[in-house]
């Protein structure tokens, strides 16, 4: 199978999922768990879920195979426009109905491939009827793990005034700061303008790399974290080093993994 048959089979499955009748012909069988996504806040990001999930799962079980992961895609348009209007409810009625069908297509777990979302996190958790996995937890447990006591936040406008990340973070007795306001507006806008429409320019990235390299100087920030499932994209296969940066999609990929694993 080529990998963009891959992707599409597996993104088709999202789809199909919802059907009670496809599920009657096509259960899943054997001892494999099966990881359910709740994908497309943002599609590039969810793609790029994808694939490492795969690869770090055939790194972490050399005797080979493939992970069990169904995809169900979301519109990222119709979410923004419920956090633009302040409608968290709507938010979290549009995903916990977006877990329900990988729920009932046979998921054991399930996770939000992206930060923002898990603005209404505890209440999709609530109404769900598998566990799903925190980006936000995963990377306040590892940020402990490692030894920080200070960390920096990018993320969307929506995620950098919340106080998810930051209650979070402080759990594990870890402080954490945010960019200026000027500098966050200008990060929201590049976020939702440039980054979700798959456009990641040099100069966005410049200026990007200028905010965190204020925020470890001044700040005294040890490590930014990337709150935004599109900024590794943005910033990937940079040679930086005076930047350590604590990439969620990378830290949630690797819990997933474990929970597949185990």
């Given at each position: 199978?080529?990998w963009s048959?891959?992707v599409?089979?597996?993104w088709e499955?999202?789809?199909l999922?919802?059907?009670p009748s496809w599920l009657?012909?096509?259960?899943?069988?054997?001892?494999?768990?099966t990881?359910?996504?709740?994908g497309?806040?943002?599609?590039?990001?969810?793609?790029?879920?994808?694939r490492?999930?795969v690869?770090?799962?055939r790194?972490r079980k050399?005797?080979?195979?493939y992970?069990?992961?169904?995809?169900?895609?979301?519109?990222?348009d119709?979410?923004?426009?419920?956090l633009?209007?302040?409608?968290l409810?709507d938010?979290a009625?549009?995903?916990a109905?977006?877990?329900?069908?990988?729920?009932?297509?046979?998921?054991?777990?399930g996770?939000m491939?992206?930060?923002?979302?898990?603005?209404?996190?505890?209440?999709v958790q609530?109404?769900?009827?598998?566990p799903?996995?925190?980006?936000?937890?995963a990377?306040?447990?590892h940020?402990?793990?490692?030894?920080?006591?200070?960390v920096?936040?990018?993320?969307?406008?929506?995620?950098m005034?919340a106080?998810?990340?930051p209650?979070?973070?402080?759990?594990?007795?870890?402080l954490?700061?945010?960019?200026?306001?000027?500098?966050?507006?200008f990060?929201h806008?590049?976020y939702?303008?440039?980054?979700?429409k798959?456009?990641?320019l040099p100069?966005?990235?410049a200026?990007?790399?200028?905010?965190?390299?204020?925020?470890?100087?001044?700040?005294?920030?040890e490590?930014?974290?990337l709150?935004g499932?599109?900024?590794p994209?943005?910033?990937?296969?940079?040679?930086?080093?005076?930047?350590?940066?604590?990439?969620t999609t990378?830290?949630?990929?690797?819990a997933?993994?474990?929970e597949?694993?185990?």
């Amino acid at each position: 199978m080529q990998w963009s048959d891959r992707v599409s089979s597996t993104w088709e499955l999202g789809r199909l999922s919802s059907n009670p009748s496809w599920l009657a012909v096509h259960p899943f069988s054997g001892n494999m768990r099966t990881a359910g996504m709740l994908g497309g806040l943002g599609p590039e990001s969810t793609i790029d879920y994808y694939r490492s999930i795969v690869a770090r799962y055939r790194a972490r079980k050399p005797d080979g195979g493939y992970p069990h992961v169904l995809i169900n895609s979301l519109d990222v348009d119709k979410g923004i426009a419920m956090l633009d209007a302040g409608r968290l409810d709507d938010l979290a009625d549009y995903l916990a109905a977006g877990v329900e069908p990988l729920a009932r297509a046979g998921a054991d777990f399930g996770f939000m491939a992206a930060n923002t979302p898990h603005l209404v996190f505890d209440e999709v958790q609530r109404r769900a009827a598998i566990p799903l996995l925190s980006i936000v937890r995963a990377t306040s447990d590892h940020a402990k793990a490692i030894g920080l006591k200070k960390v920096g936040l990018l993320g969307t406008g929506f995620t950098m005034r919340a106080s998810f990340f930051p209650q979070e973070f402080q759990r594990v007795g870890i402080l954490m700061v945010l960019p200026k306001e000027p500098e966050r507006d200008f990060i929201h806008k590049k976020y939702i303008g440039e980054l979700l429409k798959n456009q990641f320019l040099p100069e966005t990235r410049a200026e990007i790399l200028r905010i965190m390299q204020r925020m470890m100087a001044v700040d005294g920030a040890e490590a930014i974290v990337l709150a935004g499932t599109e900024l590794p994209l943005l910033l990937r296969d940079l040679d930086v080093t005076d930047i350590e940066f604590l990439d969620t999609t990378v830290i949630h990929v690797e819990a997933v993994v474990d929970e597949l694993l185990r």
